[in-house]
């Protein structure tokens, strides 16, 4: 009798580590889906309103089994060479008003594999437990069942390192999310909103880059010089096509009012020898931008 009470304590010892096991390697599919719904959120104007992506990630991921789940994080959120810019221009982003992008994390070819390996472990104990754990113990057997505890033990404690890992990655991705929507409550992060993209255009980029390096000795540039170093230095097709969506969105026809909209220079009109008006301009005090 007195065994038959210690087996049955045991086997409720053994249901509840097994709970515990289950929701562990739940919490963990449920960061790395968080963390990859997030990961990419674009906002736009549709019919007069501010919309998102958001659900749209969700319906992609939300019902991702972990093996997916953890393939896609591993290879969106670790890579070992650095990515160069993408200079087309979709459709979507041409809607787009602005992005919240958390780019993949540069890193050596050996913690990337570490990554890679270690989510493959841990899907591999995941299914382990989850498909195969009551066919392996005989539950009718004190010795079997307490095999049974020490395993769940062990698991626990090989996976336990993972998910204190992603939880600290989860947190982090929280964090700057909260400061972001804090952020765009407020003019400053609605203004940012709204030109963003305008001010991430090669046309604005390259205006910086001329009005920083071509400038005259005063510190000031000349617009029309700026335009023809725009188009020697960025492919005509791509600038056309940042040039429509430029138009539609800002109703910015002249790199003139491109400069002027993205609100980083200061323009000035000077008058030229022959009683013609020549544009000037120049980056506005204060800002600072990281020139190669």
């Not at 990630?57 to 650095?82: I, P, W």
């Not at 305008?198 to 390096?213: E, M, N, Q, T």
């Amino acid at each position: 009798m007195e065994v038959n009470i210690q087996l049955e304590d045991l086997i409720r010892e053994v249901q509840r580590k097994l709970g515990r096991n289950v929701i562990l390697f739940q919490q963990i599919e449920h960061m790395l889906k968080y963390m990859l719904i997030h990961q990419d959120i674009k906002f736009f104007r549709a019919q007069g309103e501010m919309k998102s992506n958001l659900q749209e990630r969700k319906n992609t991921f939300v019902n991702q089994t972990l093996g997916n789940v953890a393939k896609h994080f591993v290879e969106n959120s670790f890579t070992t060479y650095e990515q160069g810019d993408d200079n087309s221009v979709s459709d979507e982003a041409s809607k787009c008003v602005m992005s919240f992008t958390r780019g993949p994390m540069l890193c050596d070819e050996d913690f990337y594999n570490q990554r890679k390996y270690a989510l493959t472990a841990l899907i591999a104990e995941r299914n382990e437990l989850i498909h195969h754990f009551l066919p392996k113990w005989n539950f009718g057997n004190y010795e079997s069942a307490k095999a049974a505890e020490q395993y769940l033990d062990q698991q626990r404690e090989r996976v336990f390192p993972e998910f204190e890992l992603i939880k600290s990655i989860t947190e982090s991705f929280q964090e700057a999310g909260k400061q972001l929507s804090e952020y765009l409550t407020t003019d400053e992060g609605w203004k940012e909103l709204e030109l963003s993209p305008l001010r991430d255009s090669r046309h604005i980029a390259w205006l910086v880059v001329f009005a920083i390096k071509r400038k005259r000795d005063n510190g000031w540039a000349v617009l029309d010089a700026a335009r023809v170093f725009v188009h020697q230095n960025v492919d005509e097709s791509w600038l056309a096509d940042e040039l429509i969506w430029i138009k539609k969105r800002h109703g910015c026809k002249t790199l003139r009012e491109i400069a002027e909209k993205s609100e980083y220079f200061e323009i000035l009109e000077e008058a030229t020898n022959k009683g013609g008006v020549r544009i000037l301009y120049r980056v506005k005090p204060g800002l600072e931008f990281d020139i190669q």
